[in-house]
T-cell receptor, first 114, second 115 residues
Framework: AQSVTQPDIHITVSEGASLELRCNYS??????LFWYVQSPGQGLQLLLK??????LVQGIKGFEAEFKRSQSSFNLRKPSVHWSDAAEYFC????????????FGTGTRLTIIP | DSGVTQTPKHLITATGQRVTLRCSPR?????VYWYQQSLDQGLQFLIH???????AKGNILERFSAQQFPDLHSELNLSSLELGDSALYFC??????????????FGSGTRLTVV
């Protein structure tokens, strides 16, 4: 069965510092990978997705993620965080376009300090 | 505004009761997905409908049921409610079957509190 692991429950970074949120997936073939962000009281907003091709994908709000098959990882990065980036971040995967179910990680809560 | 509308935003009800959560997908989207987000289980897929037909079931309890109507809105019915059913229930929609294109678009959720 598929699984997605986000090893960091909570991360605190200073405003302006760089950010990397970790995500590892477990699936035999190439999964389709997503990062979502959830602000308090809000739904989930898609930041970026990886289906195939270039392993470095760009998303909204200045985020990017890199797919590394050898490490089964899809880490999310941002070079300089802003206070508005404080939120919960979820990595998710599905096995193929026909599989409608997204498997989510447990999320990483990001706190930004001045 | 994501274009996916969920009502009500908040719901407080007693154990043993039945509630209905409503979801209106984005205009043109044929697929509707329901997810449950709770502190202990995280985000769990419940069920998927495409153009009125059930396509996939996840960890959905027998006390829960859903349907998608001809106008494509969907309802999630939760009955014989228990304290453990307290959670945030999300609806998401997509234009096609599967996850091509932009993936899901989520609504802002219905927070259900069972007391």
């Amino acid at each position: 069965a598929q699984s997605v692991t986000q090893p960091d429950i909570h991360i605190t970074v200073s405003e302006g510092a760089s950010l990397e949120l970790r995500c590892n997936y477990s699936y035999g073939a190439t999964p389709y990978l997503f990062w979502y962000v959830q602000s308090p009281g809000q739904g989930l907003q898609l930041l970026l997705k990886y289906f195939s091709g270039d392993t470095l994908v760009q998303g909204i709000k200045g985020f990017e993620a890199e797919f590394k098959r050898s490490q089964s990882s899809f880490n999310l990065r941002k070079p300089s965080v802003h206070w508005s980036d404080a939120a919960e971040y979820f990595c998710a995967s599905t096995s193929n376009f026909g599989n409608e179910k997204l498997t989510f990680g447990t999320g990483t809560r990001l706190t930004i300090i001045p | 505004d994501s274009g996916v509308t969920q009502t009500p935003k908040h719901l407080i009800t007693a154990t043993g009761q039945r509630v209905t959560l409503r979801c209106s997908p984005r205009s043109g989207d044929l697929s509707v997905y329901w997810y449950q987000q709770s502190l202990d289980q995280g985000l769990q897929f419940l069920i998927h409908y495409y153009n009125g037909e059930e396509r996939a079931k996840g960890n959905i309890l027998e006390r829960f049921s859903a349907q998608q109507f001809p106008d494509l809105h969907s309802e999630l019915n939760l009955s014989s409610l228990e304290l453990g059913d307290s959670a945030l229930y999300f609806c998401a929609s997509s234009v096609v079957l599967g996850l091509r294109g932009s993936g899901y678009t989520f609504g802002s959720g219905t927070r259900l509190t069972v007391v």
